[in-house]
T-cell receptor, first 114, second 111 residues
Framework: NAGVTQTPKFRILKIGQSMTLQCTQD?????MYWYRQDPGMGLKLIYYSVGAGITDKGEVPNGYNVSRSTTEDFPLRLELAAPSQTSVYFC?????????????FGPGTRLTVT | GENVEQHPSTLSVQEGDSAVIKCTYS??????FPWYKQELGKRPQLIIDIRSNVGEKKDQRIAVTLNKTAKHFSLHITETQPEDSAVYFC??????????FGPGTRLSVLP
C-alpha cells in the first residue's frame, strides 16, 4: 500500500490564482480530512468527509472547496489564492470501524502564495 | 465549538527523566483523544490515543490519562531519550469527525 499520497509536494502561486491539491488513499478508508499547518502552529481542520458524496466544514473552511466523488480521492480546491493561504497542507484518512479513528497522514504540500 | 488548550508550549528534560504534557478540551461530546509526534519537516504520527470510556492507556514508555469530569488528558513519557525530541500535539474529536488540535509542545531531551 502506498498509504496517503499528495501532489504536488511544493507549489508557488501568485495572488488570485487557483489550484487543486490532490489527495489519494489506497487503504479503503471511509473518512478523509484536509488540514493546514502554519509555521510553528498546530493543525487546523479545513474540511472532512465521512464517505463518498459527503463533506463537511472544519475550523477554517473559508477560501477552500472540496469534493469526494470516490472513496480514494479527496481534492482540495483553492480559489483566488491569498498570502494568508501560505501554509503546509496535510491530507489524512482513517478507517472508522471497531471504534478506531486513527488518522494516517500524507507527506504534505508546501504552498507559498506571493 | 471545541477548543483544545495545551501546556507547556516548550519542555526541556534531561535524558532518562519523565515528561508530562497536559491538554484540556471544552466540548463534553468529544470522545476520542489522540496524541501525535511531529519531527521537523515531517508529517504527524500517532503515538497513542484514548477513547472516552477508558481512563488510562499505556504503550511501553508512553501513557495517556483522561479525566472526563475535568475535561483534561495528559501524555506521560518515561525514561526519555534524545529521539523523543519533537513537537507533540494533542487533539479531540467526536467519533472521528471534526478534529481540533492543540497548539503543540516542543519537547527537548538533553543528553
Amino acid at each position: 500500500n502506498a498509504g496517503v499520497t499528495q501532489t504536488p509536494k511544493f507549489r508557488i502561486l501568485k495572488i488570485g490564482q487557483s489550484m487543486t491539491l490532490q489527495c489519494t488513499q489506497d487503504m479503503n478508508h471511509n473518512y478523509m480530512y484536509w488540514y493546514r499547518q502554519d509555521p510553528g502552529m498546530g493543525l487546523k481542520l479545513i474540511y472532512y468527509s465521512v464517505g463518498a458524496g459527503i463533506t463537511d466544514k472544519g475550523e477554517v473552511p473559508n477560501g477552500y472547496n472540496v469534493s469526494r466523488s470516490t472513496t480514494e480521492d479527496f481534492p482540495l480546491r483553492l480559489e483566488l489564492a491569498a498570502p494568508s493561504q501560505t501554509s503546509v497542507y496535510f491530507c489524512a484518512s482513517s478507517l472508522t470501524s471497531g471504534g478506531s479513528y486513527e488518522q494516517y497522514f500524507g507527506p504534505g504540500t508546501r504552498l507559498t502564495v506571493t | 465549538g471545541e477548543n483544545v488548550e495545551q501546556h507547556p508550549s516548550t519542555l526541556s528534560v534531561q535524558e532518562g527523566d519523565s515528561a508530562v504534557i497536559k491538554c484540556t478540551y471544552s466540548d463534553s461530546a468529544s470522545n476520542y483523544f489522540p496524541w501525535y509526534k511531529q519531527e521537523l519537516g515531517k508529517r504527524p504520527q500517532l503515538i497513542i490515543d484514548i477513547r472516552s470510556n477508558v481512563g488510562e492507556k499505556k504503550d511501553q514508555r508512553i501513557a495517556v490519562t483522561l479525566n472526563k469530569t475535568a475535561k483534561h488528558f495528559s501524555l506521560h513519557i518515561t525514561e526519555t531519550q534524545p529521539e523523543d525530541s519533537a513537537v507533540y500535539f494533542c487533539a479531540a474529536s467526536n467519533y472521528g469527525q471534526n478534529f481540533v488540535f492543540g497548539p503543540g509542545t516542543r519537547l527537548s531531551v538533553l543528553p
